[in-house]
């Protein structure tokens, strides 16, 4: 987000009067921010500077020298179906109001009205065109599915069809001014999207990180907005908000699920008007960040609990991508067992260690509570036992182990054996399953006892019997 420029198309202001102009376009960068403002008093010349292709809104005049506001809003939506045209006219007629609007304005103000209500109405139409861009770009992405910078997603290992839709989504909303909201359980990779939305943005300010799980609501604005020399007891200096830190950058509110419900009124008030007061000033700041929000909770569950504001979670959820749990994603398990293995070999100044046979459908029994995390938890804690040059299952056994077994709880809805007409005697079923788990677990004897929740000298007895 450019701090110069606001919003990022460009608005382009009508009419033959230039002190109104003036006026107009003053009260619309005071009140909203809205910067990247063009005015023309020349009837003839708008046409040709809509065609320039910068221009998004057109606020426009209807009496003036040479071309009638009516005939330009002709022009223009013939022309340039995409510019929108909100009519500012000194006329307050119903009947050129109904005209106007057959004629394809979005909306239509009189020069009398309270000046607000002409700034409220063109954020409206800013914040509607946006939106409309963005759809506009999102489907275009997803039905080429095509990533036009891949190398912001550099740092994310995966080869996950769900992940790489994500992708695309994230490439789309990047630019848009609007919050990203990003869910998933803990440990799934969520602060990495965040840190590539930012990338992506193009936003030349930095990327300010702000965990507000357990801040209570003072430290929250404290902490988000800063405060002036005095403003409570204790406050000698100037407190630097991080609002003001992710200044044309990112403000990325992890853990927003836990956000006090004092704290969410705040954060609803400083998305809805744009603007703060950090604690102790009456001299309200305007927000020049892009918001990005991450909890691993289910918001909409806690909205239905009253735990979280409704308000605040439809403002927040404009873009939104739940990022699967790794248990859901197996396929990117062999990918990132291989990136951990040398990301680790190299912290610890070792051998990037072979992995041994079987790991893999080892690591694919486990449901991963603690997703990406916990892998990659997983496999440091490996290398940095390891001594040989084939890395041991052990850690890992014990690690899934410890962890409660967490062997993939599939109890099948329906009885194996309820069709089999005569049933199998228990041998006989006995050495199914074991030379089912033996096949799944690529003849690996710790993997299939794993698999069949016995020990392995018990799975070496049956399987010595089994074959006599
Ligand atoms: N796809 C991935 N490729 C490589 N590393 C990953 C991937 N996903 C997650 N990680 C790593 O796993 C760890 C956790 O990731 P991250 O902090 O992004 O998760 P999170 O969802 O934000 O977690 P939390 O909800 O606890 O804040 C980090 O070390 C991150 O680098």
């Not at 202001?13 to 006026?23: G, I, N, Q, T």
């Not at 606020?59 to 929108?84: C, K, N, W, Y």
């Not at 994310?156 to 990003?182: G, H, K, N, W």
Request: proline share 5%; net charge neutral; hydrophobic share 40%.
């Amino acid at each position: 987000m450019d701090s110069e420029f606001y919003p990022s198309f460009r608005v382009l202001l009508v009419d033959d009067e230039p002190a109104w102009l003036r006026s107009l376009s003053l009260a619309l960068e005071s009140s909203s921010g809205i910067t990247n403002v063009e005015s023309c008093s020349d009837s003839r010349k708008v046409l040709e500077i809509i065609a320039q292709g910068e221009i998004g809104l057109v606020l426009l005049d209807l009496t003036m020298p040479h071309l009638s506001g009516e005939e330009l809003l002709v022009q223009i939506a013939e022309r340039f179906p995409a510019v929108a045209v909100i009519v500012v006219s000194g006329l307050n007629q119903v009947g050129k109001v109904v005209n106007c609007m057959k004629l394809g304005a979005y909306d239509y103000y009189v020069k009398t009205d309270d000046e607000e209500r002409i700034v409220c109405g063109v954020q409206r139409a800013i914040k509607h065109l946006e939106l409309q861009r963005d759809n506009k770009e999102m489907t275009r992405r997803f039905v080429s599915c095509e990533l036009q910078h891949p190398e912001a997603f550099r740092a994310i290992c995966t080869a996950d069809r769900a992940m790489q839709a994500i992708f695309a989504y994230i490439e789309a909303v990047a630019v848009s001014p609007l919050p990203l909201l990003i869910t998933g359980e803990s440990g799934c990779g969520k602060e990495l999207l965040a840190q590539a939305t930012h990338r992506l943005s193009g936003c030349r300010g930095d990327l300010v990180a702000v965990n507000v799980a357990g801040l209570d609501d003072t430290v929250f604005a404290d902490t988000l907005f800063g405060h002036v020399r005095g403003a409570f007891t204790g406050a000698e200096g100037v407190r630097r908000g991080m609002i003001e830190a992710a200044v044309n950058g990112t403000l990325f509110l992890d853990e927003i699920g836990d956000l006090s419900i004092a704290s969410q009124v705040k954060l609803l008030r400083l998305l809805q008007e744009g603007e703060y007061f950090p604690l102790g000033s009456d001299q309200p700041r305007r927000l020049k960040a892009r918001i990005v929000v991450a909890t691993h909770q289910n918001l909409e569950s806690k909205v239905a609990q009253g735990g979280f504001r409704r308000d605040l979670f439809y403002r927040l959820r404009t873009h939104h991508v739940e990022v699967p749990p790794l248990r859901s994603r197996k396929g990117d398990i062999p990918y990132l067992l291989d990136l951990f293995l040398e990301q680790a070999a190299q912290m610890l100044d070792k051998k990037k260690p072979t992995p041994p046979p079987g790991l893999v459908q080892l690591l694919s029994t486990y449901s991963f509570p603690g997703n990406v995390r916990e892998f990659k938890a997983m496999v440091f804690d490996a290398v940095s036992t390891h001594k040989e040059r084939m890395l041991s299952m052990d850690s890992f056994v014990k690690a899934i182990s410890a962890a409660g077994g967490g062997v993939a709880e599939r109890v099948p809805d329906q009885n194996p054996f309820a069709g089999f007409e005569p049933l199998p005697t228990f041998a006989n079923a006995a050495n199914y399953l074991l030379d089912e788990a033996m096949n799944r677990s690529g003849g690996n004897q710790t993997l299939a006892a794993r698999l069949l929740g016995i020990s392995q000298p018990s799975l070496w007895k049956r399987l010595k019997l089994a074959r006599g």
